[in-house]
């Protein structure tokens, strides 16, 4: 048992400290646990640009250190992974790509939460959308996705339908940038995650939906497991359920990672 995807009270709107994850993860049985909060806005003149949302630049090598030096002393009783869920910006991407470079890293999550400069959790943004304005968004956000996946900097891509969290309705709406974007991250080689932090906002459920996990299968995306837990009570939260779901799907394999290193694990 795994879970790739955590976040910590550094990030402003997690509870509890790296500790209480590993330790969690532990209580639960897991074997490996990620550590990946929030990275910084690098792209940001300011140090800490949205608090509350990221920690500060200031801030991220301490993370860093920290994490491995969790890694270190629970070496033997869990294996603990040194990540980063990082914004995916593209005019900031080769600032993002160096600032990485710089650490001996476990895994890269790149995620997509804002489009047109504005939080895809804000329920507002969406209060005057109709119908063209939804599926508009959905093929741009599909599209920033696709282009995460091409530019070859991430292990995982985070939550790719995750556009649907402040508004269900968007999930319904067809689109083919939908197939567009599966078979650009097949392409790319590129894992997404089964992310079961759904069940907390308004769409429910987990992201990906059932129908885009069932044509990511068709595509040959390759997969793996987060929680997304801000809470260390949810670390490892439904991931036998995921589990079930992806064999009754015809997955057969999962993937974890180490020093960006890519290991197959049997589902």
Known sequence: MFDLHTHHERCGHA?????DYVESAITQGLHTIGLSDHSPFFGEAADHALPGVAMPKSTFAAYIAEAM?????????????????????PEHAELYRNVYARYDLDYLIGSVHVLDGVDLFRKERW???????L???????????????????????GHIDVIKAACPEIASIATP?????????ADADTVIEVNTSGKTKDCGGWYP????????????????FGSDAHDPERVGDEH???RDELRRLGFREWYVFERRRRIRMPL
């Open 177 to 185: 940038a939908v197939d567009r974007m599966l078979r650009a991250i």
């Open 69 to 89: 030096a969790l890694r270190e002393e629970y070496w033997g009783r869990i294996n603990v992974l040194v990540g980063v869920e990082s914004d995916y910006f």
């Open 209 to 224: 939906s059932g129908d885009i996990l069932e044509r990511a299968r068709k595509y040959g995306v390759k997969l793996t």
């Open 135 to 157: 599926k508009a968004a959905r093929e741009q956000y599909c599209n920033l996705v696709a282009q995460s996946a091409e530019a070859g900097m991430f292990d995982v891509l």
């Open 15 to 19: 509870r509890g400290t790296m500790r």
């Open 127 to 133: 209060e005057q959308a109709d119908h063209a304005d």
């Open 240 to 242: 036998e359920n995921v």
